[in-house]
């Protein structure tokens, strides 16, 4: 299985970084991981226009990564989006390849959210919560779930 995450964003600070990396490293026995960074958009000014402007750069950034050959299952994290459990992401994981699905490809928006155009594009809405949480805090959240989802699928007493 591949696993895309597709996030905008740098992780800045080292922290999040090393919890990112231990995620990935603990995924390596199941799936390959890669995750492509894109930049934010400069917010220019407060209007609803300006902020429409840097979601439609961030949504066109991120289809352009997604949409070419699209081979990939498309996740796109929503607040909007539909609510599971560890144990229904690892059956929609599973489920996944039993359906010949090799790859899936996790979108994680900027601070304003994704465009209407990148939720269309995507197969599945997910939320993992009413709360917002920094996107930095969401890539290593995602990846956790991830594992949690394989570790599942393997039968291994991780998730308890």
Not at 64 to 78: E, F, N
Not at 112 to 141: C, E, N, W, Y
């Amino acid at each position: 299985m591949n696993i895309e995450i597709i996030c905008v964003g740098k992780l800045k600070e080292r922290y999040w970084q090393d919890a990112a990396d231990e995620y990935i490293k603990r995924l390596g026995r199941f799936a390959k991981v890669s995750i492509t960074e894109l930049a934010e958009e400069r917010l220019r000014g407060n209007s609803p226009s300006d902020e429409a402007a840097v979601i439609k750069a961030e949504g066109e950034a991120i289809l352009a990564k997604l949409l070419p050959g699209r081979q990939s299952y498309i996740i796109a994290l929503a607040v909007n989006g539909k609510r599971m459990t560890s144990e229904s992401l690892a059956e929609k994981i599973a489920g996944l390849a039993l359906e010949g699905k090799s790859r899936i490809a996790f979108v994680i928006g900027g601070s304003l959210g994704l465009s209407d155009d990148v939720l269309k594009a995507s197969d599945l809405r997910l939320s993992f919560s009413d709360f917002t949480f920094p996107h930095q805090l969401m890539r290593v959240i995602l990846l956790e779930q991830v594992y949690r989802a394989f570790k599942i699928n393997a039968g291994e007493t991780y998730h308890k």
